[in-house]
């Protein structure tokens, strides 16, 4: 079963970075669509940032939950096989488990990967 892999995520301090990383055993521009899910204890799944291709260029349109607008910025890079989030100004209410899904077509399923946890200390 195919499957996306987190890495980045880990414990900082509020006002600190954090870059997460997504990889794929195949093609990262495979995917039309891709994003990050996060979600803490006690809250529902929320959608943080996704990344979707063009038509059919290398160009990408980005989409950003309210809450990190300006603060994350959602990217892939070509040369790293990888999508990443780039996660600035992190706040204590950024803490949270996230986790990427790619996705190829309209009709396809979402790929997801397990996760990774980052937390921020107040």
């Known amino acids: 079963q195919e499957r996306l892999v987190e890495s980045g995520g880990g414990l900082v301090q509020a006002g600190g970075s954090l870059r997460l990383s997504c990889g794929t055993s195949r093609n990262i521009f495979s995917f039309n669509t891709m994003g990050w899910y996060r979600q803490a204890p006690g809250n529902e799944r929320e959608l943080v940032a996704t990344i979707t291709r063009a038509g059919n260029t290398r160009a990408y349109i980005t989409n950003y939950t309210a809450s990190v607008k300006g603060r994350f910025t959602i990217s892939i890079d070509g040369a790293e096989n990888t999508m990443c989030l780039q996660m600035d100004s992190l706040t204590p209410e950024d803490t949270a488990y996230y986790y990427c899904?790619?996705?190829?077509?309209?009709?396809?399923?979402?790929?997801r990967g397990q996760g990774t946890q980052v937390t921020v200390s107040s």
């Open positions: 899904y790619g996705k190829r077509g309209p009709g396809d399923s979402q790929i």
